[in-house]
Structure formats: C-alpha cells, structure tokens
C-alpha cells in the first residue's frame, strides 16, 4: 500500500478521439492498467470562447487559431485523474505534443498511436500540480480539492474503490 499522497491532474480527451469511441475505450483502459483513479468525468463542449480562455497561455502563438477552433469544433470530456506522480505519469502516457514527431520518438505513447497531426493530438494533461489546480477549477468548479483531500483520498490511496463501468468513475467502496 502506497504511503504517498496521490496527486491531481486534469486530463482532457480532446475532440478527435471523443469522436472515436474505440480510442476512448484504449485510452480509459491504458489509464486503469496504470492505476489512474478517475475521481470526476464530463462531457462537454467549449464555445470558442472558453477555449481561449483555457489555453489563455498560448496567447500571441501562431498555433492557437487552429487549437481553438479544434477544441470547440466537437464534443469532448474533462478528467479529474490521481494517482501516485499523476501529474508527470499521464503527460508520460500522453507523449510529447507534437505528433508528428512523437509517432516516430515515442511511438507506443497515446499521442504516439492516435494522434492525427500537432493540433488534432488526442488528449490533454496538467503541466505542473499548480495548473493542474487551475484546470480542475476551469472544468469542475463545484468540485473542492481540500475537501477531497480530507475526506476521500486516503480511502483511494489504500485501494478502498472499485471502477464503476457504467459512470466510468471510481466509487468509495463505503
Ligand atoms: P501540451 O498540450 O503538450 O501541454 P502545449 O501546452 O505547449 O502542449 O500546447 C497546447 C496545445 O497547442 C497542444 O496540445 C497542441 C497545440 N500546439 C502546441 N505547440 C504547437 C505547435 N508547434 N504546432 C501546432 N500546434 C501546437
Ligand atoms: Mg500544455
């Protein structure tokens, strides 16, 4: 049993592999086969508004044009994920961002295996625990990390959950 306290990130599986429903299903089943929790899922869709506001760090790139018209071009789902490191282990299972040299460099990564072209690249993950505090407000702002601190993760830490197939979330086996 692990003793470390499990981290945060958001994960966000974008809208090329949303419309997928087979890479979804690899991707849920990669993040289960590492021992990602899925603590809270959403589907949603980001007006282009939102999606400005989301990648707001990207302001002024030559990039963020197409990256916003990609994230609202469809359907999409956020991810509150833990684990142990959860932040770097999902962005090491994601793959660096450019896919079109990641399917040579890192070929069996998510981005590596599904990913179309540097924008159209499949998922996103937090970059730091601090951004991952952000994003987690961004897209789940009912949702209280202290509180969750508190009252659920030592129950996650010790494997008290089950995967609930229907929800595609962890559950406390209370
Ligand atoms: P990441 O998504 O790996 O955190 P990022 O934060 O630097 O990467 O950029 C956000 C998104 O913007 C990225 O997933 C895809 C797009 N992007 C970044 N750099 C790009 C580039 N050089 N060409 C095209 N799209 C790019
Ligand atoms: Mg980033």
Known sequence: MSLKRLQLTLAIFKPDITAQPHIIKEVRSMLLQHKFYFIRSKELRLSRQRAEEFYQEHKGKFFLNR?????SSGPLSAHILARDNAVQEWRRLMGPTKVLRTIHEDADSIRGMYGLTDTRNCTHGSDSPESAAKE???????FSIDHWY???ESCYRE???????DTG???LQR
């Open 159 to 165: 494997g008290k959950v089950f995967y609930d197939n």
């Open 169 to 171: 979330m962890h559950m």
């Open 150 to 152: 508190r009252e659920d």
């Open 136 to 142: 987690i407000a961004f897209f789940f702002p009912e």
């Open 67 to 71: 990256l916003v018209s990609f994230m």
